[in-house]
């Protein structure tokens, strides 16, 4: 069964690495309160169901903003909180750093590496 036939719409909350390690935990929207702490990432677009809005504390973020991050799903225990958990799934975290054009169009210039002449 899939989560959003159970649940209904969900969301993500990138966590901050306290009792499940930086997994990223998904909820039923209204689950989790987001608040002035927290960034919104963006929104993930999934074929048939609602968006999905991603979320991360502020704080977190500021360590996080120069990366590229994919939640991906594989076969496994998910972390308690997670909705998940019971299904034989897990979601994880895929990082990389962002390019050069990805830092600019982020607005983060300041990260751009030099370029040889």
């Known amino acids: 069964m899939s989560l959003t036939a159970q649940h209904g719409p ?13 997994s990223p935990m998904c909820y039923p929207v209204g689950f989790f309160r987001v608040g002035a702490v927290d ?3 963006g929104d993930l677009h999934v074929d048939g169901i609602d968006p999905i ?3 991360m504390s502020r704080s977190q ?3 996080w903003k120069y990366t590229h991050l994919t939640i991906d ?14 299904e034989g799934r ?13 830092l600019r169009a982020f607005g ?6 030099d370029t040889p002449a």
């Open 53 to 55: 809005e991603v979320y």
């Open 10 to 22: 969900l969301m993500f909350h990138q966590s901050g690495g306290c009792c499940d390690g930086s």
């Open 73 to 86: 799903v594989v076969p496994g225990r998910g972390a308690g909180f997670s909705i998940e958990s019971p």
């Open 90 to 102: 897990r979601f994880l975290i895929r990082s990389r750093l962002l390019d050069d054009d990805e």
């Open 61 to 63: 973020f500021e360590y």
């Open 39 to 41: 960034v919104h990432l």
């Open 108 to 113: 983060l210039d300041d990260a751009v590496g």
